[in-house]
């Protein structure tokens, strides 16, 4: 077979390279070769072998010709209906990929892709000619043996990867059906057969309490445990602030000062301070100094490094330090001499800092606070909380003051506040979700987010002009094609907003928040506003940021949970104590391109994996109630159904398919759904009712249908 296969090549390729051979089309080439219908997937197989030996190629008028197409690398992202795209770095336009054209590439593999395709006015199509690189070499999944067999396969819990994993009985390492398992791949697989793999690791049943939480750590590779050397460090260098740790820092411990932080909070890394001086503010931001305790390349430090970040999940932190520091002594608890880092501003009656200073300091906080409290004081005027902490008061309601300065500056700078509810989740001992609830911002949690985001700006700006190199916190300006997308919807709502010739500004954005604020579209602009923008990323050149309109911002207010504060404290700490020369500049020049990159790429992984669980935790907490009728709003409409969110952030799909009243047609430019027969319209930001008809904890999906008002109680049965 072999032998004539490729002898049956070289004929073909002879062909091609004859140069009396004009491009042909494969049913063009089929009839010249005289191949009869049912040998033609011969034919195709020895035209894609000598496609992926890269002597022809097809032209994007789907003509085989001589030659090496132009090969292009990028990343593979896999949507979760099998097709995908190929990210090229640089270039603005992603490659779509048809699912027969993936060649078993996965979610994130780095791939070399050549264009098939280019429709006026559509996204490029391609075709993957070979994967460079595997991004994914573990899968998490359920583990399930088929009716009377002995082996098993794997359903993997990411979405993204649409074909089960097959493990023979010999490398099930005793996994029993129903246990969720890391399997390590052995094989990709391909058009005919599934992937294989081996379990390495057997997580616990799928029912077990926590093993849902735990598979979504391991499918993200969350580091969980801390290595025996970095947790002998961290107990070796967590000693008590001595005499010696005061040397040569500004000692204020006598200064009035708090932290405000949310109740169950461990690792408090900011304090705040406030004074008068004149007609001016003294606020003092002061900020654990966690690089005294973990030195630049010791085993900590590569740890942290690696981790990028603490990750919150609902039911578990999994902290970027070990608990010794992070709770202990890099946290600012109450009444301990600490170490820190502060950035003292003075402040006009305009919100403008006119002076500052950034200092190695020793700090004692007076009294740690809660934003409950806080808000209880300064919002609800309650009497016994006002009584219990009458000597802060005063400090709380000139922090009050200059908070509310420090807004109206920024908003008159065009800063945008997208005000999104969090969920706040409470859960009981087995991880069951008893409640969910929108988290709210009060007057506390601004204050302090006002005072943090002050602190990098001024810390920011100061490095900028020193010329020095640094970690900034960008975010660039949106796409302008998408802010005209959103510019041209809003004008369905009767809405406008002017969108410059080639710049968009945070302005405009944040006129039009203020102008929806209290509308029953105020949410779903919002949210389209926020899908315009790009994300937040760390960089070591300095671009400014959009939302917040800032020219100069860094990440400088959280070193216990973020590495690169921890990395800015250190160039901080170099330049304060004059170490920063000519060799200390051209070191952090190396490493900064490197750290700011892992930085942004760990700040996503946490993110997904919060998401992840919070979605989990949503669908099992409706799985308690279904049948129910709810009110919610639609949250966003696609070809397929619309979204529905509900006032507890539970955010759930009526699919196309489940309304049955008419047969409805998805108008793209007007995010509508209209029914054809009639006429009946359902929009974003519209109230509706819906009963709740599915969650399914595996796909981790919530399904709704619509309900007429008062078919029974709200939220009842």
């Known amino acids: ?113 050549v264009i098939t395709r280019e429709p006026d006015g559509r996204s490029r199509e391609g075709k993957i000619v070979r994967i460079v690189n595997r991004a994914l070499t573990k899968v998490v999944g359920l583990y399930q043996v088929r009716k009377g067999k002995s082996y098993g396969f794997v359903i993997p819990d990411n979405q993204r990867l649409s074909s089960d994993i097959f493990v023979p009985v010999e490398y099930s390492k005793g996994a029993v059906d129903g246990h969720k398992v890391v399997v390590e791949l052995t094989s990709y697989g391909d058009d005919r057969r599934s992937p294989e793999g081996k379990v390495v690791e057997i997580i616990g049943h799928i029912n077990d309490p926590g093993i849902d939480i735990l598979s979504i750590v391991k499918g993200y590779d969350l580091p969980l445990e801390f290595p025996e050397k970095v947790l002998n460090q961290a107990e070796r260098v967590a000693k008590p602030v001595s005499e010696a740790d005061r040397q040569g820092r500004q000692d204020l411990r006598d200064w009035q000062m708090v932290t405000i932080d949310g109740e169950d909070a461990k690792d408090l890394d900011d304090a705040v301070s406030i004074a008068r001086e004149g007609d001016c503010y003294i606020l003092g931001v002061h900020i654990a100094d966690v690089t005294n305790y973990v030195q630049e390349n010791s085993a900590l430090d590569r740890e942290a490094f690696k981790r990028g970040t603490s990750v919150y999940l609902v039911d578990r932190v999994i902290p970027m330090l070990p608990h010794t520091l992070s709770n202990g002594i890099c946290s600012l608890n109450q009444g301990e001499d600490r170490l820190a880092l502060s950035c003292i501003m003075k402040i006009d009656e305009k919100g403008r800092v006119v002076d500052h200073e950034i200092a190695e300091t ?102 900028y002009w020193q010329e020095l190199p640094f970690v900034y916190r960008t975010h660039e300006a949106p796409d302008e094609e998408k802010i005209r997308t959103l510019a041209t919807f809003i004008n369905n709502f009767g809405y406008s907003m002017h969108v410059g010739a080639n710049e968009v500004r945070p302005k405009e954005i944040q006129k039009l928040l203020a102008k929806v604020e209290g509308s029953p579209q105020e949410a779903m602009i919002s949210r389209l506003a926020l899908r315009s923008m790009k994300q937040a990323k ?54 900064l391109p490197e750290v700011t990159k892992h930085a942004s790429e760990m700040e996503r992984r946490a993110e997904e994996a919060e998401r992840e669980t919070v979605k989990l935790k949503k669908v099992e907490y409706m799985q308690q109630h279904l049948g129910e009728i709810f009110e919610g709003v639609i949250s966003s409409i696609t070809k397929w159904g619309m979204y529905v969110e509900l006032p507890n952030t539970v955010e759930g799909l009526v699919h196309v398919a489940n309304m049955r009243d008419d047969h409805y047609e998805y108008d793209e430019n007007r995010y509508e759904l209209i029914g054809a027969h009639t006429n009946k319209v359902y929009k974003l930001g519209q109230r509706i009712w819906i009963q709740v008809t599915g969650a399914d904890r595996l796909l981790r999906t919530i399904d709704f249908e619509i309900a007429e008002e008062g078919e029974e109680e709200d939220g009842k049965e």
């Open 362 to 463: 020793v700090i004692r906080v007076d009294q740690r606070m809660s934003y409950t409290s806080v808000k209880k004081i300064l919002e609800d005027h309650d009497p016994k909380e006002t009584k219990k902490y009458q000597e802060l008061v005063p400090m709380f309601e000139e922090m009050s003051r200059l908070s509310k300065i420090l807004r109206e500056h920024r908003r008159i700078r065009g800063s945008i506040d997208f005000d999104f509810p969090e969920t706040k989740m409470i859960l009981d001992e087995k991880g069951r979700p008893l409640e969910l609830q929108p988290y709210e911002r009060n007057v506390a949690t601004r204050m302090i987010e006002d005072f943090m985001l002050l602190a990098n700006e001024t810390v920011a700006e100061d490095y």
């Open 538 to 591: 760390y960089t070591p050149e300095n671009s400014g940021h959009f939302g917040l309109a800032a020219a100069y911002y860094t990440h400088f207010t959280s070193p216990i949970r973020r590495y690169p504060d921890l990395q800015i404290h250190r160039i901080i700490k170099d330049n304060i104590r004059g170490r920063m020369q000519e060799e200390k500049i051209v070191h952090y020049d190396k490493i």
């Open 1 to 113: 077979m072999d032998k004539t296969f490729e002898k049956r090549k070289k004929v073909i390729y002879d062909l091609i390279c004859d140069d009396l051979y004009t491009p042909m089309k494969f049913k063009e080439l089929a009839m010249l070769l005289q191949v009869p219908k049912e040998r033609r997937d011969e034919l195709r197989q020895i035209l894609e072998a000598l496609e992926s030996e890269g002597k022809i190629y097809l032209s994007k008028r789907g003509k085989y010709c001589r030659g090496e197409a132009k090969r292009l690398t990028g990343i593979f992202r896999a949507s979760l209906k099998g097709f995908g795209f190929v990210v090229i770095e640089g270039e603005e336009q992603d490659i779509y990929i048809a699912e027969e054209d993936t060649n078993t590439a996965m979610d994130q593999d780095e791939v070399e892709v």
